[in-house]
């Protein structure tokens, strides 16, 4: 099996049949036949292969064997064979609270399917998380099973909750949801094509809604989760969000928004403990699109002021920056400048740790031993400006600049203790402003520093720690972002370049990000089918490990932004129909050189 027909989840909103193996050589685990996979229900469970089939034959139980398999966002198609004269197509897919199978027997016998069907579902959450402690009890219904004369049909429903075990597999939601929420793109380019419809496939399938099952989630509502598959986050995250947005901007009939930022606003999760800024794009969604930013302003005041978010975030208010205390919550392992704090086990992730009592730290680039640094952070302080920028308050980018502003590029720890930490955060600031020609020509040369055949690295390979093998002094490290293409980091550099790049018209900025958008849009088809994950080898292009559909990038806003509103890069001729614009929806219209057509 090769291209899209590796893949062999059940793929659905509220429930699906996870069966991703982080194994990037063989990514999804082999067909087989029933309702099989780990099962999450907003969140990843504890539940593995919920309802297993096995077939007799003529009164002899068989040993399938796969003949072909197709993968579809909507269902899955898998030939068996089962004897020498007899084989079935299975077509299985998820239609909202029910799993379905249609089994088409060719062939001659007499066929039993055997479902082990569990009285009741126990589930618990799995995710490494506040919501660990989630579990539900759910009721399940089933169809009959009677045995079957090939050639025939036989169909298998199986409800979770206490709906009916009713369900057509020829309803195609995704589908559906496609055409209902994106607007729709021509295009000569089949792989331009590929990669935006399944960027919308990234929205689609997480957006979540594990109220649903779990009656004391913290969350209520439909959510922007980070990611569906992994034994990490899978749920609503505060890194993201801001990014998240920024593509549900570009939704014909938003879902989630409100919601999820009403999360954040409640401080629910983990959504405030992350230094990032879900106001301002959320003020621009508002511009577009109807939502309550009340309850959000007086929640990003509360945050800017030091109160309800994480201790790692210590000082700041509306005159002064915050700095960032040890490691966790982004911290150290989201930022290539992480080697400079001191005192840190890189082999034990401080989130394991009790927070420390503040202040038990050194001052900025400290060589202090056995305590936690305060680092003055880029990104940290590019968020705290712009929150306090969207409040009203005053405007903080000459502090920015004085601060972190090294010999024309922006560094979070300066030249001590080591002369260059370069890294994607030098690029943020221009996300809201210009600065001047010195500063834009060193961001220039920093997209040339950080270009690597796949990709952008997310440090300069001159820093000292640099790596291309997601290690850090020899150590696998999961989380290591000292040179390997991280998806979330190469999306904020886009996003601030491009930002610049229209404003200044300058060429240099025009033709790099041009470069750098072709090449991370090239990046998702490196598998030989669209995916999106974690970060990527930035040399061959592969997954360190398997986090398929991972939505804490933000592709389709830039391509909406800087490919069809503002045209940085020349994709050939494209048409969009149906794009939100204010208060209604227009069209689009791109030729080969980029003038509107």
């Known amino acids: 099996m090769s291209g899209s027909t590796a893949r062999t989840e059940l793929v659905g909103t509220d429930l699906s049949l996870e069966t991703a193996t982080w194994n990037t050589d063989d990514p999804w685990a082999p067909p087989r036949p029933g309702f099989v996979g780990r099962l999450h229900l907003g969140h990843e469970t504890d539940v593995i292969d919920p309802v297993p089939v096995s077939f007799v034959v003529d009164g002899v139980t068989v040993a399938p064997r796969v003949l072909s398999h197709r993968w579809d966002p909507d269902f899955t198609e898998t030939v068996y064979g089962l004897t020498d004269s007899l084989r079935v197509a299975e077509r ?198 109807p939502l309550d930013l009340g309850a959000a302003r007086d929640a990003a005041l509360e945050y800017v002021l030091g109160r309800g978010r994480s201790a790692r975030i210590a000082g700041g208010g509306m005159d002064a920056f915050p700095v960032t205390v040890g490691s966790w919550v982004n911290g150290t392992e989201y930022a290539p400048d992480f080697f400079a704090e001191v005192g840190w086990d890189h082999k034990r992730s401080e989130m394991f740790i009790a927070p420390p009592q503040l202040p038990r730290a050194g001052e900025p680039d400290s060589r202090q031993a056995d305590v936690l640094t305060r680092l003055s952070r880029v990104d940290t302080n590019v968020w705290h400006w712009a929150i306090v920028k969207a409040l009203g308050g005053p405007d903080l980018r000459t502090d920015l600049a004085r601060l972190h502003l090294h010999d024309g590029v922006f560094r979070s720890v300066g030249t001590a203790p080591v002369t260059n930490v370069l890294n994607f955060e030098a690029a943020l600031p221009f996300l809201y402003a210009d600065f001047g020609p010195r500063e834009r020509a060193a961001l220039a040369r920093a997209i040339d520093d950080w270009t690597a055949p796949k990709g952008l690295y997310s440090t300069s390979p001159d820093c000292p720690a640099f790596s291309t093998e997601n290690a850090f002094r020899g150590y696998q490290y999961p989380c290591c972002w000292n040179g390997p293409v991280w998806n979330y980091a190469t999306s904020w550099v886009l996003h601030a370049l491009g930002a610049v790049a229209s404003r200044t018209k300058e060429e240099p900025l025009r033709a790099r990000f041009a470069r750098a958008w072709t090449q991370w849009t090239a990046s998702h088809l490196t598998l030989g089918y669209p995916m999106v994950i974690e970060h990527f080898h930035p040399e061959t292009g592969r997954p360190y490990r398997l986090l398929p559909d991972y939505f804490h990038s933000a592709w389709l806003d830039t391509f909406f932004r800087h490919v069809v509103m503002e045209p940085l890069v020349d994709t050939g001729p494209l048409l969009l129909e149906g794009v939100p614009w204010k208060e209604s929806e227009i069209s689009v219209e791109r030729g080969v050189t980029g003038a509107l057509g």
Request: net charge positive; charged share 20%.
């Open 92 to 289: 299985k897919g998820v239609r909202g609270r029910v799993l379905c199978a249609d089994w088409h027997f060719l062939g001659s016998g007499n066929v039993r399917v055997i479902a082990t069907v569990p009285p009741m579902l126990r589930a618990r959450v799995t995710t490494i998380s506040l919501y660990a402690e989630l579990s539900a009890d759910i009721p399940v219904r089933a169809t009959r099973l009677e045995p079957v004369e090939a050639p025939g049909v036989l169909r298998f429903r199986f409800a979770l909750g206490d709906g009916e075990p009713v369900g057509d597999l020829d309803a195609l939601p995704f589908r559906d949801w496609f055409a209902r929420h994106a607007p729709r793109l021509h295009t000569g380019s089949k792989e331009l094509a590929e990669v935006y419809e399944y960027r919308w496939f990234v929205v689609y399938r997480n957006l979540r809604r594990p109220f649903l099952w779990f009656q004391d989630h913290p969350m209520p509502g439909e959510l922007f989760f980070e990611g569906p598959v992994s034994n990490w986050f899978t749920a609503p995250i505060g890194l993201s969000f801001p990014l998240q947005l920024r593509e549900a901007r570009w939704m014909r009939s938003p879902r989630g928004v409100q919601d999820t930022l009403n999360a954040w606003t409640a401080n629910a999760g983990a959504l405030r403990s992350y230094a990032a800024d879900p106001l301002t794009p959320a003020i621009e969604f508002a511009e577009h699109h």
